[in-house]
């Protein structure tokens, strides 16, 4: 039977700069972190880096003529910071100003929505030098204003903001695992580097909300990653584990924007680790968001930890596992992508409505899903079908989300092309191919057939 979405889905894809742009240092583009890490021997897997990817600096337009043809109504992508502030702040570069403008003006003529997010990891190396990056106390007042920027010279066209991505990836996986960018290995640091991801974010927002939005007729919110946790039993501890990995995952991120302040099992179990807002920042960051921005891939079970067993995986959990005692799991029956996330649509589903008890059913875009296969092209073409029922089965979830009063309003797949896989660069087995010129292979990774058709009949 055929599932119409609500009229006014926004259908939509996504990337981000640094996996797709390359141009790493056209035109007076300064380097970012994510430059710095990939030239250290070992860190990107096969020594790979985002230095060409899929060349969308150079090739903007045949990427919005893609776009078009597949029926692509929003387009989510990342500003460069270093593309328009080579030093993170300072001196403007035109020529990154003027790119942008280029490609908001060809995807409006177009017919498709530009969402921007503004910052997707690729922070000016500049300012991880001079401040700490992201462990810095000026962090949020730069990146304030060069969201300002962005605001000032784009915002007359764009009317969808997203401040920060994934803030538990810049976190954990660069402050506490070492393995993305700055490579800092910590117990303590990712707690630091989430406390000044939040501030930024208000930040911004502040200045949006109070210079721009009125006169800009935008909106503006914040996309956190989360993972469902699903008890492993019935048992009120495993319960208790899987409610405790989510308020680690996305209630760090997520319940100072809606509830003004972190989650209490955190402050319980963190301490002094964990740092504090002071009333001001609190009141700032209560209702900084416009929307729920949620990236979703995959789902585990969670149980209480056994003692000395150890706890959870340096990818799978919500935080540093050992903050949390929960023992992740997946089951031997469930079908895996190649990059080994379980898929299991009814998580989603379990997820959105677990969003929408806690935030007070507030408006949900789902601003990535996806899958990865190695899909090997034959005359331009993939024979798609694991991705196809991959997005069947999540799109189906959505709609039951919908179904049960879940307020999801959008839905953008991860992602556009094959692009650069950050720390594991261009792998087969994570879906991306090469091809000779040392650009990435330019069929999408949504089925462009199927998911035209899913968007021009808004339905399965």
């Given at each position: 039977?055929?599932?119409?979405?609500?009229?006014?889905?926004?259908?939509?894809?996504?990337?981000?700069?640094?996996?797709?742009?390359?141009?790493?240092?056209?035109?007076?583009?300064?380097?970012?972190?994510?430059?710095?890490?990939?030239?250290?021997?070992?860190?990107?897997?096969?020594?790979?880096?985002?230095?060409?990817?899929?060349?969308?600096?150079?090739?903007?337009?045949?990427?919005?003529?893609?776009?078009?043809?597949?029926?692509?109504?929003?387009?989510?992508?990342?500003?460069?910071?270093?593309?328009?502030?080579?030093?993170?702040?300072?001196?403007?570069?035109?020529?990154?100003?003027?790119?942008?403008?280029?490609?908001?003006?060809?995807?409006?003529?177009?017919?498709?929505?530009?969402?921007?997010?503004?910052y997707h990891w690729d922070l000016p190396a500049a300012l991880e030098f001079e401040i700490d990056g992201w462990?810095?106390?000026?962090?949020?007042?730069?990146?304030?204003?060069?969201?300002?920027?962005?605001?000032?010279?784009?915002?007359?066209?764009?009317?969808?903001?997203?401040?920060?991505?994934?803030?538990?990836?810049?976190?954990?996986?660069?402050?506490?695992?070492?393995?993305?960018?700055?490579?800092?290995?910590?117990?303590?640091?990712?707690?630091?580097?989430?406390?000044?991801?939040?501030?930024?974010?208000?930040?911004?927002?502040?200045?949006?909300?109070?210079?721009?939005?009125?006169?800009?007729?935008?909106?503006?919110?914040?996309?956190?990653?989360?993972?469902?946790?699903?008890?492993?039993?019935?048992?009120?501890?495993?319960?208790?584990?899987?409610?405790?990995?989510?308020?680690?995952?996305?209630?760090?991120?997520?319940?100072?924007?809606?509830?003004?302040?972190?989650?209490?099992?955190?402050?319980?179990?963190?301490?002094?680790?964990?740092?504090?807002?002071?009333?001001?920042?609190?009141?700032?960051?209560?209702?900084?968001?416009?929307?729920?921005?949620?990236?979703?891939?995959?789902?585990?079970?969670?149980?209480?930890?056994?003692?000395?067993?150890?706890?959870?995986?340096?990818?799978?959990?919500?935080?540093?596992?050992?903050?949390?005692?929960?023992?992740?799991?997946?089951?031997?029956?469930?079908?895996?992508?190649?990059?080994?996330?379980?898929?299991?649509?009814?998580?989603?589903?379990?997820?959105?409505?677990?969003?929408?008890?806690?935030?007070?059913?507030?408006?949900?875009?789902?601003?990535?899903?996806?899958?990865?296969?190695?899909?090997?092209?034959?005359?331009?073409?993939?024979?798609?079908?694991?991705?196809?029922?991959?997005?069947?089965?999540?799109?189906?979830?959505?709609?039951?989300?919908?179904?049960?009063?879940?307020?999801?309003?959008?839905?953008?797949?991860?992602?556009?092309?094959?692009?650069?896989?950050?720390?594991?660069?261009?792998?087969?087995?994570?879906?991306?191919?090469?091809?000779?010129?040392?650009?990435?292979?330019?069929?999408?990774?949504?089925?462009?057939?199927?998911?035209?058709?899913?968007?021009?009949?808004?339905?399965?």
């Amino acid at each position: 039977m055929r599932k119409s979405f609500p009229s006014g889905f926004v259908w939509g894809s996504a990337t981000s700069a640094y996996q797709v742009e390359g141009g790493w240092n056209a035109d007076g583009k300064g380097p970012s972190i994510w430059d710095v890490f990939c030239m250290i021997p070992g860190k990107v897997w096969n020594n790979d880096n985002g230095n060409i990817a899929c060349d969308h600096y150079h090739r903007l337009e045949e990427d919005v003529a893609l776009m078009q043809s597949m029926g692509i109504k929003a387009y989510r992508f990342s500003i460069s910071w270093p593309r328009i502030l080579p030093a993170g702040r300072g001196a403007l570069n035109q020529a990154g100003i003027d790119f942008y403008n280029r490609l908001i003006d060809a995807l409006l003529a177009a017919g498709i929505e530009p969402w921007v997010t503004l910052y997707h990891w690729d922070l000016p190396a500049a300012l991880e030098f001079e401040i700490d990056g992201w462990l810095g106390e000026e962090i949020p007042e730069v990146f304030a204003e060069y969201a300002e920027l962005c605001f000032r010279h784009f915002g007359d066209r764009v009317k969808n903001w997203i401040t920060i991505n994934e803030a538990w990836v810049v976190a954990i996986l660069g402050y506490g695992h070492g393995v993305f960018a700055p490579g800092k290995v910590s117990k303590d640091l990712p707690y630091r580097a989430g406390h000044q991801l939040l501030k930024a974010h208000a930040r911004a927002v502040e200045v949006y909300r109070t210079r721009y939005q009125a006169i800009q007729n935008g909106k503006i919110g914040i996309t956190n990653n989360c993972d469902w946790r699903e008890p492993l039993s019935d048992s009120p501890a495993d319960r208790a584990a899987a409610q405790r990995a989510l308020e680690f995952f996305l209630g760090w991120f997520a319940d100072p924007v809606y509830k003004g302040d972190y989650p209490d099992c955190m402050k319980e179990r963190l301490g002094e680790r964990l740092p504090s807002f002071s009333p001001e920042e609190k009141a700032l960051l209560k209702g900084s968001s416009d929307f729920f921005g949620l990236n979703h891939y995959t789902t585990m079970y969670a149980s209480e930890a056994k003692p000395d067993a150890g706890s959870g995986s340096v990818y799978g959990n919500g935080g540093l596992s050992e903050d949390q005692d929960v023992d992740l799991s997946v089951s031997p029956d469930w079908e895996m992508t190649d990059m080994q996330w379980a898929i299991v649509p009814w998580g989603c589903r379990k997820l959105l409505e677990w969003i929408a008890a806690r935030y007070d059913n507030p408006p949900v875009f789902i601003t990535e899903n996806g899958c990865a296969f190695d899909q090997t092209p034959v005359n331009g073409q993939v024979q798609d079908d694991a991705r196809i029922r991959f997005f069947q089965g999540y799109l189906t979830a959505v709609h039951e989300a919908i179904e049960k009063g879940v307020d999801v309003q959008g839905y953008f797949i991860w992602s556009l092309l094959d692009n650069f896989e950050w720390a594991s660069g261009y792998s087969k087995k994570f879906g991306i191919t090469c091809i000779e010129e040392g650009t990435l292979n330019r069929i999408p990774k949504a089925s462009a057939q199927w998911y035209g058709e899913v968007v021009r009949n808004n339905g399965l």
